[in-house]
C-alpha cells in the first residue's frame, strides 16, 4: 500500500506519481548537478517528508572547458595558418603582378613607340574602318536594290513603336503592299525590268508616306510600312493615296505598255498584343485584298 513520488530538481520540477513502482530512470541527463528527492504515503497518510539524493553527471570529455579551450586555441591557430598561408600566397602573386606589370609596361613602351611611327599609316587605317563599318552596317539594315529598310530593321522600328505607344497609350498601324503581278512583269520584260518596278515603288512609296512613316522591303515584291501615331482610319488614307499614285504613275520610261498596281493589307496595334500579332493580321488582310480582285486596300477588324 506505499505509494512514491519523485522529482529531479535542475532537471524537471514537477513530482511524478509512480504509485507503487519502486524505482525510476533517467537517462540522457546533461552535465550537472541534481537533487533527486522521493516522497512516499501509505495510505490513508499524507505524504511523508522527501529524500533527497545529490547526483552530479560529469561532462564528457570534449565538453570540458579545458577541451573547449583546446579547441578554441585550435581553431584559431587553424585561422591564422589560412590567413599566414594566404598572406605569403599574396605577396608572391603582388610580386608576380609587379613582375608582369613592369614587363608589360616595357613591351608597351616599345609598341608605343612602333605606334607613333606609324600613326599616319593607322590613321588612314581607322578612317577606312570606319567607312566599311558604315558600309556594313548599311549592307545589314538595307535592301541593297531599293536601298529601303530591310526585315530585321524595320521589325527592330516596330518593338520601338509598340513600346512607345504602351507608354503615350497611342495606335499606330502597320501596311502591307504587294506589287500585283509581279511575276508577268518578270516573265514579259525580263527581271532587270522587274528590279526596276521594284525601285521605282520604293520611290513612291517614299514620296507618298509621312516623314514620320517607316519603310522597309519585306522580301521579294511586297513592301511593307509603320505608321507610328495612327489611327486606322489615317492608315487607311495614307495607303489609298500610295496605291492611287503608283496606279497613276507613267511606266513608259521603265517599260511599253506595263502597268503598275498594289494590293494593301492594314492592321492597327489597338486590337492587337504583340509585333508579331500587328504583322500577322496585315498580312491576312493583304490576302484579302489580292483575292477579292488586287489593286485596294483592306483592313484588320
Known sequence: R???????????????NRKTTEFVEFSALPAGTYNLEIASSVEPYD???????????????????????????????IVWSILYVRS??????????????????TELRLQSNKLLKANQEKSLLVKDLEQKSLILEKLTREDPLTGLLNRRAFE???EEAFNASKRLKSDFCIAF?????????????????GD???????????????????????????????????????AVLCSERVRQQIEEFDCSNIATGMKLTISG???????????????HNADLALYKAKQSGRNKIEFSN
Open 2 to 16: 506505499t505509494n512514491y513520488k519523485v522529482r529531479l530538481s535542475g532537471y524537471n520540477d514537477r513530482w511524478e
Open 47 to 77: 505524504w511523508g517528508p522527501s529524500s533527497v539524493l545529490k547526483i552530479t553527471v560529469l561532462p564528457h570529455w570534449w565538453e570540458t572547458l579545458f577541451a573547449k579551450i583546446i579547441f578554441l586555441v585550435l581553431a584559431l591557430s
Open 88 to 105: 605569403i600566397q599574396s605577396k608572391r602573386l603582388q610580386k608576380h603582378l609587379e613582375t608582369m606589370v613592369e614587363e608589360k609596361t
Open 156 to 158: 527592330e522600328k516596330c
Open 177 to 193: 503592299f504587294d506589287i500585283d503581278h509581279f511575276k508577268k512583269i518578270n516573265d514579259t520584260w525580263s527581271h532587270n525590268i
Open 196 to 234: 526596276e518596278a521594284l525601285k521605282t515603288v520604293a520611290l513612291l512609296l517614299k514620296s507618298s508616306v509621312r516623314e514620320i512613316d517607316v519603310i522597309a522591303r519585306w522580301g521579294g515584291e511586297e513592301f511593307i510600312v509603320l505608321l507610328p501615331q495612327a489611327s486606322l482610319d489615317v
Open 265 to 279: 493589307g492594314l492592321a492597327s496595334s489597338s486590337e492587337n498584343h504583340s509585333v508579331n500579332e500587328i504583322i
